[in-house]
């Protein structure tokens, strides 16, 4: 970032609830869009939308029941978690060189290449499980 880019200090945290429908990945990628711009994070707007973009077509396309996208912002460091109640664990990424032959798990492989650190972590809470799948981009 350039020295006159103002980075947000404040940690803050948004959640979009989504249903299981195919056009709620377009809402999530506008939503993120607008929440990192109106933050002044305009310079990782297409890396995050693309992550963002994998993360919930994963929990839409594989599960069954709602999903959720999840941003924090703290520390220098955007959290980008996309949530659904199926507790399975995700496919392991297909290596990147292997993606031209495959159909699908070409999502995680680009989450895993594009993003700093990513990772899942199973939910309980008040009787519902799920999990989230999330990654970080840091700003330098």
């Known amino acids: 970032m350039s020295e006159n880019d103002e980075v947000p200090r404040e940690p803050w945290e948004y ?13 999530s990628r506008r939503t993120l869009r607008l929440i990192l711009t ?9 890396v995050a939308e693309l992550l963002a973009t994998e993360l919930v077509s994963n929990a839409v396309r594989h599960t069954k029941g ?18 659904d109640a ?7 990424p297909v290596p990147l060189e292997q993606t ?17 650190l990513w990772g899942w972590q ?8 799920g999990k989230v799948v999330w990654c970080e981009l840091a700003v330098a």
């Open 66 to 83: 709602p999903a959720a996208l999840r941003v924090r912002w703290a520390a220098g460091v955007l959290r980008i978690g996309a949530w």
């Open 122 to 129: 199973p939910l309980s809470r008040e009787g519902n499980r």
């Open 100 to 116: 031209a032959e495959v159909e699908e798990g070409r999502g995680l492989a680009l989450v895993k290449a594009c993003a700093d």
């Open 86 to 92: 199926d507790p399975a664990p995700p496919e392991p």
């Open 38 to 46: 109106l933050h002044g994070l305009i310079r990782l707007v297409d």
């Open 15 to 27: 959640c979009l609830y989504i249903p299981n429908d195919p056009r709620a990945v377009t809402v």
